[in-house]
């Protein structure tokens, strides 16, 4: 049973498009994340919500947007993509209020290019 | 922000020998975290140490923290090919939120 999925793996697009990323956790979480690593392993929490709130929103552009529709699912919507916003985006979930105390199950990852 | 930061960058060894990760932080937290990461994959949570704890066991894992120099370190034992990953420290402030990951230690365990 995989616990933290995210669909695509890979996404492969030109810039200016808008795409997005889905995430799902069956593990019964009540927070989740979006972290997004670079091409030197550099991993940056981006967002976190916790029962469909959001907590925390590090300085990412506007052309970001998270959507929780339930607690189970944290999506991530990228408009007018850029050559910068090429990296691999990772979904995360744990247990607790939304504050990073507890240990985090990673999804598979979402190689995003942007040409 | 709260960083963790590893050291060194990349580590290569032989199967059976032992791997030692070290971790640096900036200010105080509520704890410290290690995870793994295969090529490709998503990072896997190792370990956890709270702030109140100097060393903890996991199977061939070994961590220890000391807060005085704000540094933690990861010790696997009897290496295998296997272990070859990224290794990534977190430390977590006590209110939580910011975090954000060095750049890992890349090991490399040669058969």
């Known amino acids: 049973d995989t616990a933290v999925s995210q669909t695509p793996k890979y996404l492969v697009t030109q810039m200016g498009n808008d795409k997005s990323i889905k995430c799902e956790q069956n593990l019964g979480h009540d927070t989740m994340y979006w972290y997004k690593q670079d091409s030197k392993k550099f991993l940056k929490i981006m967002f976190s919500y916790n029962n469909k709130e959001l907590i925390i929103n590090e300085t990412v552009p506007n052309r970001f947007s998270p959507k929780s529709p339930d607690k189970a699912h944290l999506n991530l919507h990228i408009n007018s993509l850029e050559l910068g916003d090429s990296a691999v985006y990772f979904c995360?979930?744990?247990?607790?209020?939304?504050?990073?105390?507890?240990?985090?199950?990673f999804g598979p990852g979402t190689r995003l290019t942007v040409l | 922000s709260q960083q963790g930061e590893e050291d060194p960058q990349a580590l290569s060894i032989q199967e059976g020998e032992n791997a030692t990760m070290n971790c640096s932080y900036k200010t105080s937290i509520n704890n410290l975290q290690w995870y793994r990461q295969n090529s490709g994959r998503g990072l896997v949570h190792l370990i956890l140490i709270r702030s109140n704890e100097r060393e903890k066991h996991s199977g061939r894992l070994r961590v220890t923290l000391d807060t005085s120099k704000k540094s933690s370190s990861l010790l696997i034992t009897a290496s295998r090919a296997a272990d070859t990953a990224s290794y990534f420290c977190?430390?977590?402030?006590?209110?939580?939120?910011?975090?954000?990951f060095g750049e890992g230690t890349q090991l490399t365990v040669n058969p």
């Open positions: 995360a979930s744990s247990e607790g209020s939304g504050y990073i105390y507890n240990e985090q199950f």
């Open positions: 977190a430390a977590i402030p006590p209110g939580g939120s910011r975090l954000t």
